[in-house]
């Protein structure tokens, strides 16, 4: 299948500073790549990273995505984003689920399971991440914690799972410059091809990305894992060349 680069801008970014990226980024695309590429921005540059798309012809491939979505439809939900309006602007995916969003947030595996169903009733594939701790790591659980992040969202979604994107962030690999190795993270992504198996008989198209320090140096062992359907990409999407490079590394 084809690999799908996903760049996390998280809560990184200006108009100049976007401009700036994406311009870069422009020039680099101008061959068009073999995989999917996309940006999950900050929901307020998504008008902005719209325009911009537009008008730089050869960023026509790169896909538009957000970086939460809320798990209402409409209403009184204060400070919250609908999937309706992120679709308003044209976005093709939002991530659900971040470990952020989990530790920071207090996001349990029913809200995210939830927001995943929400964003698929209205046309956003969700990007649903799943990952353990260090501590998790190392007492040894991390098989048991991702199948049960994934569970909340089989159960939430059924047959829907399909139209998925699945991510794998081992927390302690988030911002740390500590990569799972390519063996370590190829083992997990099995244990959640098997878990999706056991769902839908539509496993084999559920992208599973992986993402926790992929940069311009490891990306290419990292998707050359037989499991790993490309990358969700933090600290080095947002600089062109290093962004570029990972896109290039994929097939
Ligand atoms: P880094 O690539 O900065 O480690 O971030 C990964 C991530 O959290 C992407 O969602």
Redesign the pocket.
């Known amino acids: 299948m084809t690999q799908l680069i996903a760049g996390?801008w998280?809560m990184n970014g200006s108009l100049a500073a976007n401009e700036a990226l994406l311009t870069a980024l422009a020039q680099g695309l101008a061959t068009p790549p073999r995989a999917e590429v996309a940006v999950c921005v900050p929901a307020p540059y998504l008008a902005q990273v719209r325009a911009l798309s537009a008008q730089l012809p050869s960023l026509e491939p790169l896909q538009l995505g957000a970086q939460d979505v809320s798990s209402q439809a409409a209403g009184a939900f204060t400070g919250e984003v609908s999937p309706s309006m992120l679709k308003d602007f044209g976005c093709r995916y939002a991530?659900v689920g971040?470990?952020?969003r989990r530790q920071y947030h207090g996001e349990t595996d029913a809200l995210v399971a939830e927001k995943a169903r929400q964003a698929l009733a209205h046309g956003i594939t969700p990007i649903v991440?799943v990952g353990e701790s260090l501590a998790e790591r190392e007492a040894g659980t991390t098989v048991d914690v991702v199948k049960r992040q994934l569970a909340a969202v089989i159960q939430a979604n059924g047959h829907c799972i399909s139209e998925i994107v699945l991510?794998y962030?081992p927390v302690w690999?988030?911002?740390?410059g500590k990569t799972a190795t390519p063996e370590e993270a190829q083992a997990v992504h099995a244990v959640l091809r098997a878990q999706l198996k056991a769902a839908t008989p539509q496993a084999e198209r559920v992208k599973i990305l992986y993402?926790?320090?992929?940069?311009a140096a490891n990306a290419a062992t990292l998707l050359a894992q037989p499991d790993i359907d490309g990358g969700?990409?933090?600290?080095?999407?947002l600089k062109a060349a290093d962004f570029l490079t990972i896109i290039a590394a994929a097939r």
């Open positions: 996390n998280k991530i971040h470990s952020e991440c991510a962030e690999a988030i911002g740390t993402g926790g320090s992929m940069n969700l990409i933090g600290g080095a999407a």
